[in-house]
């Protein structure tokens, strides 16, 4: 497809389970953006790709969270020993430089 | 650090009526602001984006102004219909990066 693709759409696990997170943005899309959205919290960024350049890390709440960005595309956001307060759809979006962004459908992650 | 707030938090009106949607911010040094909706259980599509040299822009039945000196922007909806039940975020960019940052948002129900 031609959007920004995210998998799973929905994810259940434990507390203290760890979880992967992927997007796939648009082909040719240079940026890469995850955000969070909580009901406490709203919609929050929490990282930032662009191009080879270090990411902005600025928005990632504790050190359980990470992200990495492979050959340019594909991102995958790591959750270590999730808690409960990590409950949110996440949110992945993709722009070619600062260009308006595009957004996937999200993650619901749900911590038992 | 920018603030962005979205007045009302909700909305119930008539299909047919005009209405506005409010979108304030704390730093008015911004690169551009964007109206989002989002449906339920979807990702943001964007509607309107306006950039900092602008005043306002028109898509359809949508018209969008920006204020930037007082950290204001509008969303105007013209004969609102059913369809445009959902919920509108605006969203602003500042600063290195394009990261936004988001309103609360406002929930809008349109009855037929």
């Known amino acids: 497809g031609a959007g920004v693709s995210q998998s799973p759409s929905n994810k259940v696990t434990e507390k203290g389970k760890d979880v992967e997170l992927r997007c796939d943005p648009i082909s040719g899309h240079t940026a890469l953006y995850w955000y969070r959205q909580s009901l406490g919290q709203g919609l929050e960024f929490l990282i930032y790709f662009q191009g080879n350049s270090a990411p902005d890390k600025s928005g990632l709440p504790s050190d359980r969270f990470s992200a990495e960005r492979t050959g340019g595309s594909v991102s995958t956001l790591t959750i270590q020993r999730t808690q409960q307060e990590d409950s949110a759809v996440y949110l992945c979006?993709?722009?070619?430089?600062?260009?308006?962004?595009?957004f996937g459908d999200g993650t619901r992650l749900s911590i038992l | 650090k920018q603030e962005v707030t979205q007045i009302p938090a909700a909305l119930s009106v008539p299909e047919g009526e005009n209405l506005v949607l409010n979108c304030s911010f704390t730093d008015s040094a911004i690169y551009n602001l964007q109206w989002f909706r989002q449906d339920p259980g979807k990702g943001l599509t964007s509607l309107l984006l306006?950039?900092?040299?602008?005043r306002e822009q028109t898509s359809g039945r949508l018209n969008a102004s920006l204020d930037k000196s007082s950290g204001r922007s509008t969303l105007y909806i013209a004969a609102s219909q059913p369809g445009d039940s959902a919920t509108y975020l605006c969203a602003v960019v500042g600063g290195a990066g394009n990261m936004l940052t988001f309103g609360g948002g406002t929930r809008l129900m349109v009855k037929p």
């Open positions: 306006i950039q900092s040299s602008q």
């Open positions: 979006a993709s722009s070619f430089y600062n260009q308006p962004q595009h």
